[in-house]
C-alpha cells in the first residue's frame, strides 16, 4: 500500500503535501484530486496499480492530510484552494494532465481548467458537481446549515462516528484495517477551521456553481459518478451534457467513494476514460 506524500511544495505561507509514482516517461501525467476532509491516502489503495504504467501524482489541500494547518478561518476558501492547485501544477508537474477531481476536488478541477485550460488535457469528475453539493430534501438542506452554522472550531472536528452512512459498512468489509486506522488519523488531522470555512461554502446555495461557464470547458469530460450517491448521480446527465465534449459513466452499486468500494470497476471506468478521450 502506497504511504502518505513525502514531497513539499510551498505556496502563499503554506506547504502543500505531495508525491508522484511511476514511469514519468509514458503519457501524460493523471493527478488525483481529493475531497473535503480527505487527503492523498483516500486513493492509496488504487495507486500502485494505476502508476503500473503512467506517472501519477497527487497531493494534500492545505488543512488536510499532512499539508499546512493555519488555523485561521480566512485562510481557506474553494478559490483559495484552487489558487494553491494551479500553482502546484504548473509549478511541480509542470505539463498537462489528465485530471480526477473526486468531490471538492471535482469543483477545485473546474475551476482550474476553466482559468488555465492549457493544463489539464481530460477530466474525470468523480462524484461532484458545478452547481449544487446540496441535497434535495429541503429536511435534510436546513439540518447539514445548521450543522455547519452551529460548528465551533475551537472545539475541534465532529466526531466522524456522527457522520456514518451507508457507504462506510461497504468501506469497512473491503479495505485492510491499517488502511482504516489511517485514515481516521489523516481525518483528526484536518484543520477545525478548514472544516468550517469550505463546509460553510459548501452548504450554502449558489455561491459555489460554474453552471453558467461549463461551455468553456473543451476538453474531453467524464463524469464519473456512484449509482448511489444522491445529489451528484441526479445532477450527472446534466453535468455531462453541458460540457462541449462531455459523457457519464455510472458504477452500479457505488455510493461516494467507488475507489474503495468498487476498485475494480473504477480501474476499468478510468481505462475507459483514457481510451475515449484519446481516441
Request: aromatic content about 8%; glycine content about 8%; hydrophobic content about 40%.
Amino acid at each position: 500500500m502506497t504511504g502518505d506524500p513525502s514531497r513539499r511544495f510551498e505556496v502563499d505561507g503554506v506547504e502543500l503535501a505531495w508525491d508522484e509514482w511511476g514511469d514519468d516517461t509514458t503519457g501524460a501525467p493523471f493527478v488525483l484530486c481529493h475531497g473535503f476532509s480527505g487527503s492523498t491516502f483516500d486513493f492509496a489503495l488504487q495507486i500502485d496499480a494505476l502508476a503500473a504504467d503512467r506517472r501519477v501524482v497527487a497531493l494534500d489541500h492545505r488543512g488536510h492530510g499532512l499539508s499546512t494547518n493555519t488555523g485561521d478561518l480566512s485562510t481557506y476558501s474553494v478559490a483559495q484552494l484552487t489558487d494553491d492547485f494551479l500553482a502546484w501544477l504548473d509549478g511541480a508537474v509542470g505539463e498537462p494532465v489528465d485530471l480526477l477531481g473526486h468531490s471538492l476536488g471535482g469543483r477545485i478541477s473546474l475551476g482550474a481548467v476553466l482559468a488555465r485550460p492549457d493544463l489539464v488535457r481530460s477530466l474525470i469528475l468523480m462524484d461532484t458537481t458545478a452547481w449544487s453539493f446540496l441535497p434535495e430534501d429541503l429536511q435534510m438542506r436546513a439540518m447539514m446549515a445548521a450543522f455547519i452554522e452551529n460548528f465551533d472550531p475551537a472545539g475541534g472536528l465532529p466526531d466522524p462516528t456522527l457522520l456514518r452512512g451507508p457507504e462506510d459498512t461497504l468501506i469497512e468489509a473491503v479495505t485492510p484495517q491499517s488502511w482504516r486506522d489511517r485514515k481516521l488519523e489523516l481525518y483528526e488531522a484536518v484543520d477545525p477551521y478548514l472544516f468550517k470555512a469550505i463546509g460553510t461554502e459548501l452548504f450554502t446555495p449558489g455561491i459555489l456553481s460554474v453552471r453558467d461557464r461549463l461551455a468553456e470547458i473543451t476538453c474531453p469530460v467524464t463524469v464519473l459518478v456512484g449509482e448511489n450517491d444522491h445529489p451528484f448521480v441526479d445532477q450527472a446527465d446534466e453535468l455531462a451534457a453541458e460540457v462541449p465534449n462531455g459523457r457519464v459513466a455510472v458504477i452500479e452499486g457505488a455510493y461516494h467513494s467507488p475507489q474503495l468500494t468498487h476498485p475494480d470497476e473504477w480501474r476499468a471506468a478510468l481505462t475507459d476514460h483514457f481510451e475515449w478521450a484519446t481516441g
